[in-house]
């Protein structure tokens, strides 16, 4: 007859092994998508800074008390609402071009990963308010151009 006071020593070690804990989840780099939408941004300001400073209108405006009408030619540089748009847009070009480099810099070394999202954060807020509001004084500046002076509320 077999004893009771000892168990078996092969059921024994299969009740106390306990099972691994779970991994960690996997830690998602959002990085790469970062530098993908700074190289979208540094495409579109630089498309509109060639666009705004290449183009050129030339429109026939009449003389006052004449009938002469008279080619005059419009560029960027004739208006301060252009001129800041384009300052603005050169400025928010600089800047994707600095955080894209400073973004790969993250990938190859994720140390200062959490201070860097905390400063893209607010540097970004000041770039668009500042894109905004110039392109807000383009598009005011443009929409009296197109329509006149004398528009009727309503």
Known sequence: MASTDKPDPE????????????P?????????????????LFAATLTALVVMSTAKQTELAS???SPVRVPVKAKFN???????????LSVACLYSIITTLAS????AKPTYATTFL??????DVLMLGIVAAATGAAGGV???GLRGTNIQAG
Do not use: M, N, Q
């Not at 004739?78 to 603005?88: G, K, N």
């Not at 905390?118 to 540097?123: C, T």
């Open 11 to 22: 059921s024994a070690t299969k009740s106390e092994v306990s099972p691994l804990p779970p």
């Open 24 to 40: 960690p989840p996997k830690r998602v780099d959002y990085f790469a998508i970062d530098v993908g939408l700074r190289v979208l």
């Open 63 to 65: 003389v006052p008390g």
């Open 78 to 88: 004739h208006s301060p609402a252009f001129i800041y748009f384009v300052a603005a």
């Open 104 to 107: 790969l810099g993250v990938i």
């Open 118 to 123: 905390l400063y893209y954060v607010f540097w």
């Open 142 to 144: 443009a929409y009296i």
